[in-house]
């Protein structure tokens, strides 16, 4: 004999158990929130826990939703970024400006940090913060290396992509991630010298490799952590 009712937008099943010696709230999915509870107790009382606790339940579901979210990662309140373009700032209210290439990034300190409002909104923020640091660093070192490597290409895209760090065109147009910017000083340099070796070489060949090793002899092992994404 189990108990439904629906909570907000949420599905509750009450379930009691001869062998459970307390009430306890799990989580199932996005919708369905399981209470088991013993045998003797009552559903008021098991009910009256779950509406205690269901602020805090429903910030589980927060979490567990902003991490299934395709490439979003979880920001604490300590988050910087390379070049430290990002400033978070407690406040009275949630917004962004940008000034003079810093993007301040107020949020009210009433709200939860790991509100799925909170962690949109500074992931927004950092999206701006890491074009302004690809615009500066990326397309300079870039220019850096081809000068330092004899290389040439035409021009240079700074794009926001899930998949690709980079990629050369056929006449010699070089996209890149600004995502890059997450990574070490190593392996963008590493991302970098592999598209700038593409303006000579179009294909993966063992030509192409080799040459990427003259410019880079650890381009294996930075090969690895950028697959890894550390
Ligand atoms: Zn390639």
Not at 72 to 90: G, Q, R, V
């Amino acid at each position: 004999m189990n108990k439904k009712e629906i909570i907000e937008d949420f599905q509750v099943e009450y379930k009691k158990y001869t062998f459970s010696k307390s009430i306890k709230v799990t989580l199932k999915n996005d919708n369905l929130i399981l209470v088991t509870m013993p045998y003797f107790c009552p559903y008021k009382t098991a009910r009256e826990f779950l509406i205690k606790n269901f602020e805090k339940i429903k910030s589980f579901k927060d979490i567990e939703n902003f991490k299934n979210t395709k490439g979003a990662k979880k920001y604490s309140p300590n988050f910087t970024t390379k070049f430290d373009t990002l400033k978070i700032i407690p406040s009275n209210e949630l917004k962004t400006i940008t000034k003079r290439n810093i993007v301040y990034f107020y949020y009210n300190k009433e709200d939860d940090f790991y509100s799925l409002k909170v962690q949109n909104e500074l992931k927004s923020a950092h999206l701006k913060a890491l074009r302004i640091e690809a615009g500066s660093y990326l397309t300079s070192r870039l220019d850096f290396l081809a000068k330092k490597y004899n290389f040439s290409y035409r021009k240079v895209f700074l794009k926001n992509q899930k998949t690709r760090f980079g990629s050369c065109s056929f006449c010699n147009n070089i996209n890149l991630n600004i995502n890059l910017l997450n990574y070490d000083f190593d392996i963008i340099d590493y991302v970098l010298v592999h598209e700038l070796v593409h303006t000579k070489i179009k294909n993966h060949s063992k030509a192409f490799w080799l040459e990427v090793e003259k410019y880079c002899p650890n381009y294996k092992e930075l090969r690895k952590k950028l697959k890894n994404g550390s």
